[in-house]
């Protein structure tokens, strides 16, 4: 009788994360990325990130009526995020009329972290796309800073190691596939990411540009140019606007890389990232509904 079995209250299942230590780790994943932006585009894209970052943290305080201006870390990371998703120089009201909509309409609309739908960086970065689709799409060339075209636009493709190291044109998440992919160990090795949705995005993206467009080098031309290497690390693994389940992962994934291919190869715009995770995004509750594991037990009909 002295060992009594005690019940406490739930959770029951404790782990010393918080959503302040992931959004830190997600920071520090992007770190690389944000440094070789630096690097190849210079002050100019530094101002970006800061403008960005701290427009989203200053609006998010506002809304929720805090005083510490980073909070749990959600909103610095939707800002960086953006300014990934950005050329490196647009207009300074640009980067801030983009924080604002991805706070608001991205995520706090929703009813704030853990219920947004979208991916509120993407959410930002379409609303711009489409208003302002001339800024949107001024590109300056990481060498001499003047204008260029990115790779998916240009007649002159620049070679495989200058897209994996990041020394072509694009915004400024999409030019160095090296930087990302460093900054992505990290997730991977705090576990809060896993090789199905990644690996489901750049296996059918490599697959259709094999088939369809020139072979390996097709294949390969198109994981490392444009938006592809940053959504599949860093958007599309979104651990709120994903499917939880494994399976459903996988096929999150896969479909992002088909849509993603469809519209660079049939649609109006050359790159597709954007509208293919944020379509992928509102199927997530009927992949999760669609892919949930049979109750142990569960007799079919």
Request: charged share 10%; hydrophobic share 50%.
């Amino acid at each position: 009788m002295e060992r009594k079995f005690v019940v406490s209250s739930s959770p029951h299942l404790r782990t010393d994360e918080t959503i302040k230590s992931v959004m830190i780790d997600v920071l520090v994943a992007l770190t690389p990325a944000a440094i070789a932006a630096v690097i190849f585009f210079g002050y100019r894209a530094l101002i970006t990130m800061v403008i960005t970052t701290f427009s989203a943290m200053l609006t998010e305080a506002i809304i929720l009526r805090n005083k510490n201006i980073f909070g749990d870390g959600s909103a610095a990371v939707t800002g960086l995020l953006l300014a990934m998703t950005l050329p490196p120089a647009p207009p300074w009201w640009l980067c801030v009329v983009g924080a604002v909509v991805a706070i608001v309409l991205g995520k706090q609309v929703y009813g704030g972290i853990g219920s947004n739908i979208f991916n509120p960086a993407l959410v930002a970065r379409a609303v711009l796309m489409v208003s302002w689709a001339g800024h949107m799409t001024s590109w300056i060339s990481p060498v001499d800073l003047t204008s260029t075209a990115t790779p998916l636009v240009s007649s002159n493709a620049p070679g495989f190691l200058q897209l994996f190291t990041g020394a072509t044109g694009g915004c400024l998440g999409e030019t160095s596939a090296f930087a990302l992919l460093f900054g992505a160990v990290w997730l991977f090795y705090k576990g809060h990411i896993n090789w199905r949705i990644p690996g489901g995005y750049l296996g059918v993206v490599f697959l259709l540009g094999l088939a369809l467009d020139g072979g390996l080098t097709g294949g390969l031309f198109h994981i490392l140019s444009g938006g592809v290497m940053l959504g599949a690390l860093f958007m599309a693994t979104d651990m709120v606007t994903s499917p939880v389940t494994t399976r459903g992962q996988l096929f999150f994934g896969i479909g992002c890389g088909l849509i993603t291919m469809l519209i660079r190869f049939y649609g109006n715009y050359p790159e597709g990232v954007t509208y293919a995770i944020l379509l992928m995004n509102a199927l997530t509750p009927l992949i999760d509904n669609l892919t949930l594991p049979r109750k142990y037990g569960e007799v079919a009909k």
